[in-house]
């Protein structure tokens, strides 16, 4: 069963990166001044990015059938596997260029992942449904700190490094914050079908978690979208992955009642959380490359064309001719 578990929760994530993929590529081809809602209507009309909001679909569903077969520091941890295909895939399809810090952090990232899944291999899988309460607390908590850290860049202007980058990276962690949340109630769907069949329907229909769920999945597809304009496509996704799996396992401890892992397992985890925190924190180096790609070369929303790139907001000098 840990096996089959295991294998969903790979499917899923390497689904999600060949998601993120299209949808980075599409974004690059959609003007500037879309953003929000309005960004989503526009690449809706896209056949390929519908495509990868059918992968994503697909992806999901194989997350929710892991949750039945294996635990949910597993799960969590193993549905990052992909990142490195951004990577490659970022290099050679998206124009995109990676520093060495950004390189190291994606594969720590994706390395603290492993580790955490080998450290919870023998934990035991516990199906208990929560309660609307928790469902409504956790989404509050998991919204309020998405909306903190997405909008940082704008609290803090002149502390974060290159704008653009900084606020794609804030918009990946913000994702992670809001995927966090959709993690545990896409737990919920798991485990009631697995627990009631297709009576789960009806359970489903009449609590807050999925419609939770909705509205969230929703605000997360506007900001990282928009995070994949200003940055790499493997950043954003290392990034919102590695903070939705450190949510997602710590609700597995917490809200789920899993077992802590002991001894040399416990260190194992421990270090694999680690691992994956400092992965994350290289992300947001300042000496971290600029996301490039065919979109980096086009203005920023509200810029002036006209303006001279050594003087912002000044008209460049036209050189005196003599009458």
Same mark, same amino acid.
């Given at each position: 069963?840990?096996?089959?578990?295991?294998?969903?929760?790979?499917?899923?994530?390497?689904?999600?990166?060949?998601?993120?993929?299209?949808?980075?590529?599409?974004?690059?081809?959609?003007?500037?001044?879309?953003?929000?809602?309005?960004?989503?209507?526009?690449?809706?009309?896209?056949?390929?990015?519908?495509?990868?909001?059918?992968?994503?679909?697909?992806?999901?569903?194989?997350?929710?059938?892991?949750?039945?077969?294996?635990?949910?520091?597993?799960?969590?941890?193993?549905?990052?596997?992909?990142?490195?295909?951004?990577?490659?895939?970022?290099?050679?399809?998206?124009?995109?260029?990676?520093?060495?810090?950004?390189?190291?952090?994606?594969?720590?990232?994706?390395?603290?992942?492993?580790?955490?899944?080998?450290?919870? &291999?023998?934990? !035991?899988? +516990?199906?208990?449904?929560?309660?609307?309460?928790?469902? $409504? /607390?956790?989404? #509050? *908590?998991? @919204?309020?700190?998405?909306?903190?850290?997405?909008?940082?860049?704008?609290?803090?202007?002149?502390?974060?490094?290159?704008?653009?980058?900084?606020?794609?990276?804030?918009?990946?962690?913000?994702?992670?914050?809001?995927?966090?949340?959709?993690?545990?109630?896409?737990?919920?769907?798991?485990?009631?079908?697995?627990?009631?069949?297709?009576?789960?329907?009806?359970?489903?229909?009449?609590?807050?978690?999925?419609?939770?769920?909705?509205?969230?999945?929703?605000?997360?597809?506007?900001?990282?979208?928009?995070?994949?304009?200003?940055?790499?496509?493997?950043?954003?996704?290392?990034?919102?992955?590695?903070?939705?799996?450190?949510?997602?396992?710590?609700?597995?401890?917490?809200?789920?009642?899993?077992?802590?892992? &002991?001894?040399? !397992?416990? +260190?194992?985890?421990?270090?694999?959380?680690?691992?994956? $925190? /400092?992965?994350? #924190? *290289?992300? @947001?180096?300042?000496?971290?490359?600029?996301?490039?790609?065919?979109?980096?070369?086009?203005?920023?929303?509200?810029?002036?064309?006209?303006?001279?790139?050594?003087?912002?907001?000044?008209?460049?000098?036209?050189?005196?001719?003599?009458?």
């Amino acid at each position: 069963m840990l096996f089959l578990g295991s294998l969903l929760a790979l499917v899923s994530g390497i689904a999600n990166a060949a998601a993120a993929g299209i949808e980075k590529h599409q974004g690059m081809h959609v003007g500037t001044d879309h953003a929000g809602l309005r960004l989503l209507a526009v690449l809706a009309r896209r056949p390929l990015w519908l495509l990868a909001i059918v992968l994503s679909g697909l992806a999901w569903i194989a997350e929710a059938s892991s949750f039945a077969f294996a635990p949910v520091p597993a799960v969590a941890t193993l549905r990052n596997a992909g990142r490195g295909l951004l990577v490659v895939g970022g290099g050679r399809w998206l124009d995109e260029r990676f520093s060495r810090l950004e390189v190291a952090g994606v594969v720590l990232a994706s390395a603290g992942g492993v580790l955490t899944a080998m450290a919870s &291999a023998s934990a !035991k899988v +516990v199906k208990h449904p929560l309660s609307n309460l928790t469902e $409504v /607390v956790v989404a #509050a *908590l998991c @919204v309020a700190a998405a909306a903190v850290v997405s909008n940082l860049p704008r609290l803090f202007p002149h502390r974060l490094p290159r704008a653009g980058q900084a606020t794609g990276i804030a918009m990946g962690v913000a994702v992670g914050l809001l995927f966090a949340g959709t993690s545990v109630f896409t737990k919920e769907v798991g485990d009631r079908f697995a627990l009631y069949g297709m009576g789960a329907l009806e359970d489903l229909a009449a609590s807050a978690g999925l419609w939770l769920m909705l509205a969230m999945a929703v605000w997360s597809q506007s900001l990282i979208q928009q995070a994949f304009r200003r940055a790499n496509a493997a950043t954003v996704s290392a990034a919102n992955a590695s903070v939705s799996s450190l949510g997602l396992i710590s609700a597995g401890f917490l809200l789920y009642g899993e077992d802590f892992p &002991a001894g040399p !397992k416990a +260190v194992l985890l421990v270090v694999g959380i680690v691992v994956s $925190v /400092v992965g994350t #924190a *290289l992300l @947001v180096s300042p000496d971290q490359g600029t996301s490039s790609g065919r979109n980096a070369h086009q203005p920023a929303v509200g810029t002036d064309r006209s303006r001279s790139p050594l003087s912002p907001g000044l008209e460049p000098r036209r050189p005196s001719v003599p009458r």
